[in-house]
């Protein structure tokens, strides 16, 4: 019954800026009961953390890739977590999946994350 949608992928030139929603629901899913990550695929590559965010979104965590480049945030009224991203290069190129996770502490490990979208297509021009 828990549902996670991405949109907001697209295609943008080197530089530019792309902001992702994941909107979730579900008869008892509420996002301020989890964590929220972002994660990204590429083709042939692991999938890899991106950014974290707490319950409560008073913290979070990013990866070093895209630290001071990516800002992620909640809106509980909204139900719904965003990828602010900025500076977008190349090698950030990837399918974008959010997922949730009920555990602590905030965790950077795929394994951890219960639930999955099913991902939004980001492509940068070079």
């Known amino acids: 019954q828990v549902q996670l949608v991405e949109s907001g992928g697209g295609l943008v030139q080197t530089g530019g800026s792309l902001r992702l929603s994941c909107a979730a629901s579900g008869r008892t899913f509420s996002i301020s009961s989890y964590a929220m990550g972002w994660f990204r695929q590429a083709p042939g590559k692991e999938r890899e953390f991106v950014a974290a965010?707490?319950?409560?979104?008073?913290?979070?965590i990013y990866a070093d890739s895209v630290r001071g480049r990516f800002s992620i945030s909640k809106d509980n009224a909204r139900n719904t977590v965003y990828l602010q991203m900025n500076g977008l290069k190349p090698e950030d190129t990837a399918v974008y999946y959010c997922a949730a996770d009920t555990g602590l502490p905030l965790t950077t490990d795929r394994n951890k994350y219960e639930y999955w979208g099913q991902g939004t297509q980001v492509t940068v021009s070079s």
């Open positions: 965010i707490t319950r409560s979104g008073g913290g979070t």
